[in-house]
């Protein structure tokens, strides 16, 4: 039998036999603590391991666990927005299949079977403390402490074990400073999984006020695509709703201050915004250099609040040297999903292309996974749940539709490990008019198909020829082949994952369709 619980086995042996027969007990057969560092919006671009050309912002802690352990370089999402991904986390399932697809209007089923529930059920000591999403209260966790909703950057109103209470303070430092606290006052008497789940660096991008002027005015490098005209793509795309040139808001620009500012931050804040949004508002730009200034101020709040995340993973690692738990914990550093830097002129995330479909993921496990690793594979949150369980010693369920990526971060090869990943997302029109779409994603192609009353529109992305993905190949001759190879596998994949019926209209978080769900080819 591959999954073997472990833990189960240990504390059978424990209450059978004599103790001193477990005195050399080896560190391998006992479970792991599980430290699971989770990140809002964060985009692999802002991070100094990934080496982005642009060279964005070095992130000296999240690059150690990279170096400690394994950076994976295509882990995917299969519905780029919050919740969705959320859920997918916690239950090794797509949306279709957990019932979560959207941030407009889905609540979590809360009575599902979900990897921390397992974990606790098997000797596990649980907590979530931060962004939960969910809109339904945490199950399976000893102790949780979480933001209602999005949650706010400046002192947040908190959720603590069904309480309400109102923290003071830079969110970022508050979860931090929650998780290593109960880190500290853990059940020591069993292993540990701590979801610490940040808010930042998710619109509105606040950083604290520690950062503002972090980069000294030295202006942050342009992305190519910063002016996409989108001539060669779909009219989905040419529609959308998340353009730094139309749709950037005075809070995103903060042009106002953030809510929930006392006046004593807010004293602070005006030091460095007042001066620059004068200079802004006498220079009276438009076009081209609005963009361009509205990109500057964009990178540097987006950025202050990836250093600040990057700071909780250095004192998080920290606190388990000083627990001594640095060696049997697994600590995982991810993302719920991507984000746009400017790429093709956006924010925001949701679309089955390249900066939102792909999460940044590293991870370290002293004596497991060995140090220095990258990985290219495809792998996706859809895998964390089976990952952890694995980890643990317990058994998954067989409904779970991830696979268990410990053998890939041990540096094993895995012949049968998956070619190509289903996508699937549905929220519209609001917020940012994203066409629901599905597609799939393999090393090199992404196909997709926009659902549309017209029986919607079809793209076709080459990445090694278009690295940049402004060009659709779908009407290409010479791509014939590969648009129906390609269509074929979308037929398998929606086999395999079982979404062959049409979602119910809820799940695109709005009642009146223009069309006719659909989830079929056609
Ligand atoms: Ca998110």
């Known amino acids: 039998m591959r999954h073997i619980s472990l833990w189960g086995m240990t504390v059978l042996a424990l209450t059978c036999l004599p103790t001193h027969l477990f005195a050399t007990e080896t560190k391998p057969n006992q479970p792991p603590n599980i430290l699971f560092i989770f990140s809002d919006d964060l985009a692999y671009q802002a991070i100094s391991a990934y080496g982005d050309s642009r060279q964005l912002l070095q992130t000296p802690h999240i690059d150690r666990v990279a170096k400690e352990g394994i950076r994976f370089d295509r882990c995917l999402v299969t519905n780029s927005i919050c919740g969705p991904c959320r859920a997918t986390i916690l239950t090794g399932k797509y949306s279709h299949?957990?019932?979560?697809?959207?941030?407009?209007?889905?609540?979590?089923?809360?009575?599902?079977?979900?990897?921390?529930?397992?974990?606790?059920?098997?000797?596990?000591?649980?907590?979530?403390?931060?962004?939960?999403?969910?809109?339904?209260?945490?199950?399976?966790?000893?102790?949780?402490?979480?933001?209602?909703?999005?949650?706010?950057?400046?002192?947040?109103?908190?959720?603590?074990?069904?309480?309400?209470?109102?923290?003071?303070?830079?969110?970022?430092?508050?979860?931090?400073?929650?998780?290593?606290?109960?880190?500290?006052?853990?059940?020591?008497?069993?292993?540990?999984?701590?979801?610490?789940?940040?808010?930042?660096?998710?619109r509105e991008w606040s950083p604290a006020l520690r950062h503002l002027g972090f980069n000294g005015d030295k202006p942050f490098a342009e992305p190519s695509t910063l002016f996409d005209l989108y001539k060669d793509r779909a009219q989905a795309v040419v529609n959308h709703d998340m353009g730094i040139d139309r749709t950037f808001t005075k809070l995103d620009a903060k042009l106002v201050p953030p809510p929930g500012i006392n006046s004593v931050q807010l004293e602070e804040w005006n030091k460095y915004y007042l001066p620059r949004n004068n200079e802004f508002e006498s220079a009276n730009l438009s076009g081209q250099e609005l963009v361009r200034w509205r990109y500057q101020r964009y990178m540097h709040d987006y950025l202050g609040c990836v250093k600040a995340v990057d700071e909780s993973v250095g004192r998080l690692l920290q606190t388990l040297e000083d627990e001594g738990l640095a060696d049997n914990t697994l600590v995982v550093v991810t993302s719920d999903q991507g984000f746009y830097l400017g790429e093709h002129g956006w924010f925001d995330k949701r679309w089955i292309f390249e900066e939102s479909v792909r999460t940044p993921m590293v991870a370290r496990w002293a004596?497991?996974?060995?140090?220095?690793?990258?990985?290219?594979?495809?792998?996706?949150?859809?895998?964390?749940?089976?990952?952890?369980?694995?980890?643990?010693?317990?058994?998954?369920?067989?409904?779970?539709?991830?696979?268990?990526m410990l053998p890939l971060m041990k540096g094993e090869s895995v012949a049968d490990w998956r070619k190509?990943?289903?996508?699937?997302?549905?929220?519209?029109?609001?917020?940012?008019?994203?066409?629901?779409?599905?597609?799939?994603?393999?090393?090199?192609?992404?196909?997709?198909?926009?659902?549309?009353?017209?029986?919607?529109?079809?793209?076709?992305?080459?990445?090694?020829?278009?690295?940049?993905?402004?060009?659709?190949?779908?009407?290409?001759?010479?791509?014939?082949?590969?648009?129906?190879?390609?269509?074929?596998?979308?037929?398998?994949?929606?086999?395999?994952?079982?979404?062959?019926?049409?979602?119910?209209?809820?799940?695109y978080g709005n009642d009146k369709l223009e069309w006719e769900p659909f989830g079929q080819l056609k």
């Open 97 to 202: 299949k957990n019932g979560f697809y959207n941030n407009s209007n889905s609540r979590f089923d809360s009575t599902q079977t979900t990897f921390p529930k397992l974990l606790q059920a098997n000797g596990y000591s649980t907590a979530i403390i931060g962004k939960w999403h969910l809109m339904t209260n945490p199950t399976g966790f000893d102790h949780w402490d979480i933001l209602p909703g999005q949650g706010r950057y400046y002192n947040p109103p908190m959720i603590s074990n069904g309480k309400n209470v109102q923290r003071e303070g830079y969110v970022t430092d508050i979860i931090t400073d929650l998780s290593i606290d109960w880190l500290k006052n853990r059940d020591k008497s069993k292993p540990f999984l701590l979801m610490a789940q940040h808010k930042a660096p998710h």
């Open 367 to 404: 004596g497991v996974i060995p140090p220095g690793q990258t990985n290219g594979q495809l792998v996706s949150l859809l895998d964390m749940a089976q990952t952890f369980l694995g980890a643990a010693g317990v058994a998954a369920p067989t409904d779970m539709q991830g696979a268990n």
């Open 420 to 507: 190509s990943l289903y996508y699937r997302y549905y929220e519209y029109p609001s917020p940012h008019r994203v066409k629901p779409h599905y597609g799939v994603v393999t090393d090199r192609y992404k196909l997709v198909h926009y659902e549309g009353k017209d029986g919607g529109e079809w793209e076709l992305l080459d990445r090694q020829v278009d690295p940049l993905e402004v060009k659709s190949f779908h009407q290409d001759p010479a791509y014939e082949s590969t648009m129906a190879e390609l269509k074929a596998e979308i037929r398998r994949l929606q086999e395999v994952v079982d979404d062959k019926t049409p979602p119910p209209a809820k799940a």
